[in-house]
T-cell receptor
Framework: AQKITQTQPGMFVQEKEAVTLDCTYDTSDPSYGLFWYKQPSSGEMIFLIYQGSYDQQNATEGRYSLNFQKARKSANLVISASQLGDSAMYFCAMSPTYSGAGSYQLTFGKGTKLSVIP | ETGVTQTPRHLVMGMTNKKSLKCEQHLGHNAMYWYKQSAKKPLELMFVYSLEERVENNSVPSRFSPECPNSSHLFLHLHTLQPEDSALYLC?????WGDGYTFGSGTRLTVV
C-alpha cells in the first residue's frame, strides 16, 4: 500500500518569493514515481512535475523543482518567484512503476492550499 | 478541441434520479480513470479502464456504474445516490508511464 502525507493544510507566501510545499511518502514498491499537481478554484488538476525513484537528478520544470530525498522519503515541491496565479491547491501523488504502458493508480495526499500575497 | 472534457460541469440530482457523467479525451490515451474528490479528503480512485477494459474497481458502491464504450469516452452512470456522494468527480486519462495524468475540469455533483 502507498501513502502520501502533506502536513501543511495552508501556506502563505509573498509574491516573488520562493516557497516549499512538503510531501512525504511511504511505499513498499521498489520502483515508483512521484507527481505534483495544481488545482485552481476552477477544479481542473494540472500536472506540474514528475520524479522517478531511480532518477539521479532532481526534476525541474520552469519555476517548479522537486527536492527528492529518497532516504527520507520526501518529495518537496519548490516554487520560485511566486506569482499571484500560483494561488491554488497543490497535491502530491505517487504511483508504482509497472513495466509497459497503460494504466496505473495514483495515490494522492490531502493537499496544501497556497495563497500568494501581493 | 483538445485535452479531457467533462460534462456537465455542475449537476444537482435527487436521490431517486438517474443521471450520467461524461468524459471525453482527445489525446489518444489508452487508459481512463474516475476519481472522487470530497471536501477535506484525498482524491479517491473509483475506476480504471485500460484499453477499454476495467482493470480496477476500488470497492465502489453499485450505485455508481462506469462504462467505457471506446478509448476516447468514459461514462459514470449514477442512480439512487446518497447525499454523501456529493463531491467533485474528476476524469483523467494517461498514455505513457511518467507523463502523468491529464485531468478534466470535473463535474461538481450535489445530491439533494
Amino acid at each position: 500500500a502507498q501513502k502520501i502525507t502533506q502536513t501543511q493544510p495552508g501556506m502563505f507566501v509573498q509574491e516573488k518569493e520562493a516557497v516549499t510545499l512538503d510531501c512525504t511518502y511511504d511505499t513498499s514498491d521498489p520502483s515508483y514515481g512521484l507527481f505534483w499537481y495544481k488545482q485552481p478554484s476552477s477544479g481542473e488538476m494540472i500536472f506540474l512535475i514528475y520524479q522517478g525513484s531511480y532518477d539521479q537528478q532532481n526534476a525541474t520544470e520552469g519555476r517548479y523543482s522537486l527536492n527528492f530525498q529518497k532516504a527520507r522519503k520526501s518529495a518537496n515541491l519548490v516554487i520560485s518567484a511566486s506569482q499571484l496565479g500560483d494561488s491554488a491547491m497543490y497535491f502530491c501523488a505517487m504511483s508504482p512503476t509497472y513495466s509497459g504502458a497503460g494504466s496505473y493508480q495514483l495515490t494522492f495526499g490531502k493537499g496544501t492550499k497556497l495563497s500568494v500575497i501581493p | 478541441e483538445t485535452g479531457v472534457t467533462q460534462t456537465p460541469r455542475h449537476l444537482v440530482m435527487g436521490m431517486t434520479n438517474k443521471k450520467s457523467l461524461k468524459c471525453e479525451q482527445h489525446l489518444g490515451h489508452n487508459a481512463m480513470y474516475w476519481y472522487k474528490q470530497s471536501a477535506k479528503k484525498p482524491l479517491e480512485l473509483m475506476f480504471v479502464y485500460s484499453l477499454e477494459e476495467r482493470v480496477e474497481n476500488n470497492s465502489v458502491p453499485s450505485r455508481f456504474s462506469p462504462e467505457c464504450p471506446n478509448s476516447s469516452h468514459l461514462f459514470l452512470h449514477l442512480h439512487t445516490l446518497q447525499p454523501e456522494d456529493s463531491a467533485l468527480y474528476l476524469c483523467a486519462s494517461s498514455q505513457v508511464w511518467g507523463d502523468g495524468y491529464t485531468f478534466g475540469s470535473g463535474t461538481r455533483l450535489t445530491v439533494v
